[in-house]
Nanobody, 117 residues
């Protein structure tokens, strides 16, 4: 099992910034992928950004140039720096931890991000 603890959500005005963090603990194996997904009311959960322990990244087109994912492998922690936030970024943001070699994945409980116009 892997436990994920998220922090950093909140309410921000459009154009503002927030940083999310997610710390993983438990059965950590390499290689792994840590990332963020989000789910807005009435919509499906979607990938926001993810990063391998080797540093490879993927971003949703809607956040490219505004969001930056990073991680500290020694701390098993992933960060999401969100700049130029828009009302359409409002969602619950979920941390995800995956180990491709085992096929296992884990979700955090989610943190609410609300962007007011």
């Amino acid at each position: 099992q892997v436990q994920l603890v998220e922090s950093g959500g909140g309410l921000v005005q459009a154009g503002g910034s927030l940083t999310l963090s997610c710390a993983a603990s438990g059965n950590i194996f390499r290689p792994d992928i840590m990332g963020w997904h989000r789910q807005a009311p009435g919509k499906q959960r979607e990938l926001v950004a993810r990063m391998t322990n080797g540093g490879s990244t993927n971003y949703a087109d809607s956040v490219k140039g505004r969001f930056t994912i990073s991680r500290d492998n020694a701390k098993n922690t992933v960060y999401l720096q969100m700049n130029s936030l828009k009302p359409e970024d409002t969602a619950v943001y979920y941390c995800r931890y995956e180990t491709p070699n085992t096929g296992r994945g884990y979700w955090g409980l989610g943190t609410q991000v609300t962007v007011s116009s």
